[in-house]
């Protein structure tokens, strides 16, 4: 089960909007939800608010570290309280999925996402659960450092926040320990729409006085 949400960003207004703050968005809307206000704790230099979410106590987290320093905070709360690697979720934003889409996953390599690796390097693990939320990739690899520290466009900034909306559904399934459940809602981007009724076909030949089709 999920014990420590982490959102990763970068601190101070003038990233607030950015792409690379993805994760911040998502931590943001759950603590709105939860009810659950963040306060800077200087000790993990983070914002963190606790949880008591039925007979659980849950974290939520947002390194005031920069991204590539987000592995301290992370490391330092889960050490304090002894929350093993596999029981975080890690929310951040992804260059190879395109926005209003998510994937989860538990494991892997960090892909040259800094705060990833520094995570990686802190924890001494892989073994934690990622929340990748697209930004989309703007095409070229010497572009990616200006991509993500620029606001998206409006309406992929809306895509990413129906996401978010989207994805949250999943928290209590995360936090029950449900990932296959979890992993239903959160790769499912949109719901098909039900295919029109077909028409009703006339008959091949109908008798005199039997109801015409419309021209």
């Given at each position: 089960m999920i014990?420590?949400?982490?959102g990763l960003g970068n601190p101070g207004s003038e990233y607030s909007q950015t792409r690379h703050n993805a994760g911040f968005w998502w931590i943001d809307r759950l603590s709105e939800q939860l009810k659950a206000p963040l306060h800077?704790?200087?000790?993990?230099?983070?914002?963190?608010?606790?949880?008591?979410?039925?007979?659980?106590?849950?974290?939520?987290?947002e390194p005031q570290t920069f991204m590539n320093l987000s592995g301290h905070a992370v490391a330092a709360l889960a050490k304090f309280y002894k929350i093993?690697?596999?029981e975080i979720l890690v929310v951040h934003d992804e260059l190879d999925v395109i926005p209003g889409q998510a994937k989860l996953k538990l494991?892997?390599?960090?892909a040259g996402h800094n705060g990833l690796r520094d995570i990686h390097a802190q924890l001494g693990s892989d073994q934690y659960w990622r929340l990748r939320l697209g930004i989309g990739h703007?095409?070229?690899?010497?572009e990616v450092i200006h991509w993500v520290l620029k606001k998206p466009l409006s309406e992929q900034r809306v895509a990413i926040d129906d996401c978010i909306e989207r994805t949250l559904t999943a928290f209590e399934d995360l936090v029950r320990g449900d990932t296959?459940?979890?992993t239903l809602k959160i790769h499912t981007s949109k719901p098909?729409?039900?295919?029109?009724?077909?028409?009703?076909?006339?008959?091949?030949?109908a008798g005199p006085g039997a109801p015409q089709a419309f021209e």
């Open positions: 014990k420590l949400f982490v800077f704790e200087k000790n993990f230099k983070a914002l963190v608010a606790k949880v008591q979410w039925k007979d659980q106590t849950l974290w939520l987290l093993a690697p596999e494991g892997g390599s960090h703007p095409g070229v690899k010497s296959t459940k979890a098909q729409r039900p295919k029109p009724p077909r028409p009703a076909r006339l008959p091949e030949a």
